[in-house]
């Protein structure tokens, strides 16, 4: 069975840190773009950053550019997203996608990844 799994998220001070993971199974997680994406009530799904199958990284959105990273560990088959200088604006539900592209492509566009993970709530608040 084709999984994805979110973990790591819970409440944070503002200016903290928090590790997503997006382990997979039932798949090799090292052949597939992994996109990170966010989304608060009434919005649409918006894309943080994502993680070619060459392991160069797509950073989306001004407002995390420079405090989120994304990583891969193909030995343990996860993609991980270091969340850094937390501010308010930055609660929301965090989704991991995976999706078959190029070897050097990405995407910030939701709808173009066919796999996602159940989502973990990140809130961050003093």
């Known amino acids: 069975q084709v999984q994805l799994v979110e973990s790591g998220g819970g409440l944070v001070q503002p200016g903290g840190s928090l590790r997503l993971s997006c382990a997979a199974s039932?798949?090799?997680?090292?052949?597939?773009?992994v996109g990170w994406f966010r989304q608060t009530p009434g919005k649409e799904r918006e894309a943080v950053s994502c993680?070619?199958?060459?392991?160069?990284?797509?950073a989306y959105g001004d407002s995390t550019k420079g405090r989120f990273t994304t990583s891969r560990d193909s030995a343990k088959n996860t993609v991980y997203l270091q969340l850094n200088s937390l501010k308010p604006e930055d609660t929301a539900i965090y989704y991991c996608?995976?999706?078959?592209?190029?070897?050097?492509?990405?995407?910030?566009?939701?709808?173009?990844?066919?796999?996602w993970g159940q989502g973990t709530q990140v809130t961050v608040s003093s």
């Open positions: 996608a995976a999706a078959s592209f190029a070897r050097y492509s990405c995407s910030g566009t939701a709808s173009d990844f066919g796999s």
């Open positions: 039932g798949f090799t997680l090292a052949g597939y773009a």
């Open positions: 993680i070619t199958r060459s392991g160069s990284i797509r």
